[in-house]
């Protein structure tokens, strides 16, 4: 029998296939390098997909007199004078300029494009309001908010769409990506993100939420989808690719069609040929997706569908160019 071998290394929960022969039988190889059997991390998995991030801002400003910037859809990120330092440092940081690099997402396509999620911690699902990942450099030093500073973020959103349960969040690392931790670690209160108004440098005005996140990096404004565990299952995808004799790093997601969500695998169900997700509802509307980046090309699988019982999905995928990934990304 011809035999697709693959080495498996979960990174939101990704794969890696090293393909060698013509039949689309998968077998998992699992690194010996890591310790747990199940779960497998590659740290430069968004970096070996950095083309694809489209949603990625860069400005400058003095961090002794403060800066911001405004995004295309009258969103805000405002730094405060003298509240950003070098790791380890007690003082304010001493550049004349800094620049910041922010990854600005408000839709699946752009959670997609930055390979990142809405999980949250034991398995739940967040549903979200915007979110960003923040850098900030001192010649190519990264830095840090002085502990008891923060800064503010304002999200551009219709009183009809906020909620009161909207919560912020903190990007927590984990084997499969990023699991969304609350800034305030109190699932019973609910005052860190409030709906404002506040004027464009066009002078128009906007309304939408606020939050004072308090670390840089990643920071979420959402809420949990109510989840009835009596209506949930936790389905499974299998990609298929034929064989190509390409070294291929896949990253699998569930795209949610009705709610502002995408949900990152988290485990492989104790087998070796199939990926799972955490409990999503049933009869949910969403798309399974399967992107590779092999040597040269890249890799594509997707299938559409509502949520079944324990289902096992399979998703054939094949080579594409990064023009018609980037149009499919889109679509989402």
């Known amino acids: 029998m011809k035999i697709l071998n693959l080495k498996f290394n979960l990174i939101a929960l990704s794969f890696l296939f090293s393909v060698f022969a013509c039949e689309d039988q998968i077998n998992f190889i699992a690194d010996p390098t890591v310790g747990n059997p199940n779960q497998f991390f590659g740290s430069n998995f968004r970096d070996k997909f950095e083309s694809l991030n489209n949603v990625i801002y860069t400005f400058e400003f003095n961090p002794k007199t403060g800066g911001g910037y405004e995004f295309p859809d009258d969103s805000r990120i405002d730094f405060y004078p003298n509240t950003l330092r070098v790791p380890g440092d007690t003082v304010p940081c001493t550049c004349s300029k800094v620049i910041a690099k922010v990854t600005f997402i408000r ?18 699902i967040l549903v979200s309001g915007g979110m960003v990942d923040v850098r900030i450099y001192c010649e190519n030093v990264e ?29 927590d690392e984990k084997d499969f990506g990023t699991v969304w931790v609350e800034s305030d670690k ?20 906007v309304t939408g939420i606020l939050c004072f996140p308090e670390k840089l990096r990643k920071v979420n404004c959402d809420y949990f989808v109510k989840m009835d565990p009596a209506l949930m299952t936790k389905p499974c995808v299998k990609p298929i690719v034929a064989a190509t004799g390409d070294t291929i790093l896949f990253f699998t997601y569930c795209v949610f069609k009705n709610l502002n969500a995408v949900i990152a ?4 169900n104790g087998t070796i040929d199939e990926i799972c ?3 999503i509802p049933i009869g949910e509307d969403v798309v399974y997706i399967a992107i590779g980046k092999g040597i040269n090309d890249y890799y594509l699988g997707h299938v559409r569908k509502n949520i079944e019982p324990n289902e096992l999905v399979r998703i054939q995928t094949s080579k594409v160019s990064e023009a018609e990934l980037k149009t499919f990304i889109s679509t989402l």
């Open 107 to 124: 839709k699946q396509k752009d959670m997609v494009a930055a390979q990142i999620g809405t999980n949250a911690e034991n398995d739940r």
């Open 186 to 205: 109190d699932p019973s209160i609910q005052d860190n993100v409030i709906f404002s108004e506040w004027e464009t440098r066009s002078n128009s005005d």
């Open 143 to 171: 830095l840090e908010l002085i502990p008891g500073s923060k800064y503010s973020l304002r999200l551009s959103m219709e009183l009809k769409d906020f909620k009161e349960e909207y919560e912020m969040f903190y990007g």
């Open 277 to 279: 997700f955490p409990l």
């Open 265 to 268: 695998p988290c485990c492989n």
